[in-house]
């Protein structure tokens, strides 16, 4: 069997996830997602961090000694210790107009349109994320930025490919499948 341990990474709404569900399917390996072991199990979701410690010994323990596996989302200032790990990343570029749709039908798809809406309960907090999300491409004062990661990438030891996430998603996956074949 060969290896194939692949992480999937962009700003978010650039579509890493959606990426890293459809090439895992191609695939027929799992797809694990960095949101899942960044944040603890609440509800509503997404209101407490787990340990950086935490997350990496569950990832370990879940999934990275495998010899086959997707990972999507983020792991830029906690990951470091998986970088090891990869096969190959792919770095998903999208556009800050369509992130910025994206994540607002997200949202409006996870907690409802009443709830995101003015006056909704989850109003402020969506308007705090997308405002966070909005200065990926130009910001310095958020945690992921297109700078950062464009210097994370020359850290990284194994091939890294660019793609447009504005792309179809299967023409995505076939990129990527076409990469790993060759």
Known sequence: MKSRRIHITGASGSGTTSLGRALASAL????HDTDD???QPTTPPYREIRDATERLR???ELFLPRAQWVLSGSLQGWGDP?????DLVVFLYTAKDLRLHRLRAREAARFGDDAVSPGGWHHHETEDFIKW???YDEGDTVSRTLEKHQAWLTTLPCPVIRLDGA???SELVTH?????ES
Do not use: K
């Open 58 to 60: 569950l990832m370990r």
């Open 167 to 169: 792309s179809p998603l």
């Open 133 to 135: 999300a909005s200065h």
């Open 82 to 86: 998986v970088i090891s790990y990869f």
């Open 28 to 31: 027929t390996i799992p797809h």
């Open 37 to 39: 072991y960044f944040w």
């Open 176 to 180: 990527i499948v076409a990469t790993i």
